[in-house]
């Protein structure tokens, strides 16, 4: 069974940094595209970063320049790290992953428009204050 546990949350003010961390678990294809999205209270949930398992990755325009996605393979464990942080940031981020040769690209707007395609955290909330 898949699991993924986000942690790295919490409050920071504007222009600070926060790494988010994601543990994984379950998967036994070595071929899984991992990513982070996050939502606000009454939008849609927004593909901020993603990994593919050749270690390309990709970023929403918003995170381009702020955010770095990685992962350590020999611990099952995807990082955000956020920098120059705005209070438009804050939001519940989340991590997710999907079995398959997928694209960075094509894996965001896929777990987007068919969020059953894959897995999902519980969250970890991140609150930017100005």
């Known amino acids: 069974q898949v699991h993924l546990v986000e942690s790295g949350g919490g409050s920071v003010q504007a222009g600070g940094s926060l790494r988010l961390s994601c543990a994984a678990s379950?998967?036994?294809?070595?071929?899984?595209?991992m990513g982070w999205f996050r939502q606000v209270p009454g939008k849609a949930r927004e593909g901020i970063a993603a990994i593919a398992n050749d270690g390309s990755s990709t970023y929403a325009e918003s995170a381009k320049g702020r955010f770095t996605i990685s992962q350590d393979n020999a611990k099952n464990t995807l990082y955000l790290q956020m920098d120059t942080l705005k209070p438009d940031d804050s939001a519940m981020y989340y991590c997710?992953?999907?079995?398959?040769?997928?694209?960075?690209?094509?894996?965001?707007?896929?777990?987007?428009?068919?969020?059953?395609?894959?897995?999902w955290g519980q969250g970890t909330q991140v609150t930017v204050s100005s």
């Open positions: 379950g998967f036994t294809d070595r071929r899984v595209c």
């Open positions: 997710a992953a999907a079995k398959g040769a997928l694209t960075a690209d094509s894996f965001l707007r896929t777990m987007t428009d068919f969020p059953d395609f894959g897995y």
